[in-house]
Nanobody, 122 residues
């Protein structure tokens, strides 16, 4: 069994910062690409940022220059540093990871966290 547990969301004023964390735990053989998605009310879930196991990153155009994704492979944890937050960043943020388990080390499954809400408002 594998779990992704997110933390760090909350209420912040425009221009402020938040740091999200997502830790994978359980019977893990390897963690491959990890990423953050978000879903605003009435909108589809969208990719915010992603990072490979080797550290290559990709960002949505809307967050480039403001958000930074990083990971700690030893801790199976991914982070999202969010700076210069805008009201349009308000959404529930979800962690996603491609994980191979001890019981099936040659197969990667996609796992999702439970989501952490981020509200940017004055």
């Amino acid at each position: 069994q594998v779990q992704l547990v997110e933390s760090g969301g909350g209420l912040v004023q425009p221009g402020g910062s938040l740091r999200l964390s997502c830790a994978a735990s359980g019977s893990i053989f390897s963690v491959n690409a990890m990423g953050w998605y978000r879903q605003a009310p009435g909108k589809q879930r969208e990719l915010v940022a992603a990072i490979t196991s080797g550290g290559s990153t990709d960002y949505a155009d809307s967050v480039k220059g403001r958000f930074t994704i990083s990971r700690d492979n030893a801790q199976n944890t991914v982070y999202l540093q969010m700076n210069s937050l805008k009201p349009e960043d308000t959404a529930v943020y979800y962690c996603n990871a491609g994980i191979a388990t001890m019981s099936q080390p040659r197969h990667e499954f996609k796992y999702w966290g439970q989501g952490t809400p981020v509200t940017v408002s004055s």
